[in-house]
């Protein structure tokens, strides 16, 4: 195991509703990255933060959102949620912004 | 844009097979290459590849980049029911802040005893 934990393990919320996963990273690790895996998918990059900033984004919309904390835990938030949402939502640290990137369980989000 | 593919899709093989996993890329300024293996959800780290580390070694696996040709094998010798999981590649850039992974679809493995 990595040391990089997730929560919740797995969530079912409505088309139009709100969610907030959460990340706590590894231990020395100043960088979270955040992925979207659809079943059968390679995971696509959302977005990262380092050090309580965004430090490089992916193709999803604006209403992807997150948050990066002194602790260096994160938080994701995705609004006006639709049922193509519906995937496996994984959170990655490093020890630093350039360094190889450990993956926590996912949170499984499903919606209807 | 960045597009990296792996092959096979899909892969069945006895306990004690050798297999080759392939994985190519397409990128500008690549930085460096990465495989996983994810077996239930949180896919774990195996290997990276940089131009200072074209070949690297772990027990039963190996790996080796090759940047002219822009690939890479990873390499499973006397497979075991364990190694059942998809492996996945993903490489890195210079053309972004960051570290973002940009991943191929993977390859579905199973080990059959």
């Known amino acids: 195991e990595t040391g990089v934990t997730q929560s919740p393990t797995h969530l079912i919320k409505t088309r139009g509703q709100q969610v907030t996963l959460r990340c706590s990273s590894q231990?020395?690790?100043?960088?979270v990255s955040w992925y979207q895996q659809a079943l059968g998918q390679g995971p696509q990059f959302i977005f990262q933060?380092?050090?309580?900033?965004?430090?490089g984004r992916g193709n999803f919309p604006p209403r992807f959102s997150g948050l990066q904390f002194p602790n260096y835990s994160s938080e994701l938030n995705v609004n006006a949620l639709e049922l193509d949402d519906s995937a496996l939502y994984l959170c990655?640290?490093?020890?630093?912004?350039?360094?190889?990137?450990?993956f926590g369980p996912g949170t499984r989000l499903t919606v209807t | 844009e960045d597009k990296v593919v792996q092959s096979p899709l899909s892969l069945v093989v006895h306990e004690g097979d050798t297999v080759t996993l392939n994985c190519s890329y397409e990128?500008?300024?690549?930085?460096?290459l990465l495989w996983y293996k994810q077996e239930k959800k949180a896919p774990t780290f195996l290997f990276m590849l940089?131009?200072?580390?074209i070949e690297k070694k772990s027990g039963r696996l190996s790996s080796i980049l090759d940047k002219k040709e822009l690939f890479s094998i990873l390499n499973i010798t006397a497979t075991q029911t364990g190694d059942s999981a998809v492996y996945l590649c993903?490489?890195?850039?210079?053309?972004?802040?960051?570290?973002?992974?940009?991943f191929g679809g993977g390859t579905r493995l199973m080990v059959k005893p």
């Open positions: 990655a640290s490093s020890k630093d912004s350039y360094y190889e990137q450990y």
């Open positions: 231990s020395g690790h100043n960088t």
């Open positions: 933060y380092y050090r309580e900033e965004e430090n």
């Open positions: 990128v500008t300024n690549f930085r460096s």
């Open positions: 940089t131009s200072s580390g």
């Open positions: 993903a490489v890195t850039t210079d053309n972004n802040a960051g570290n973002m992974l940009t």
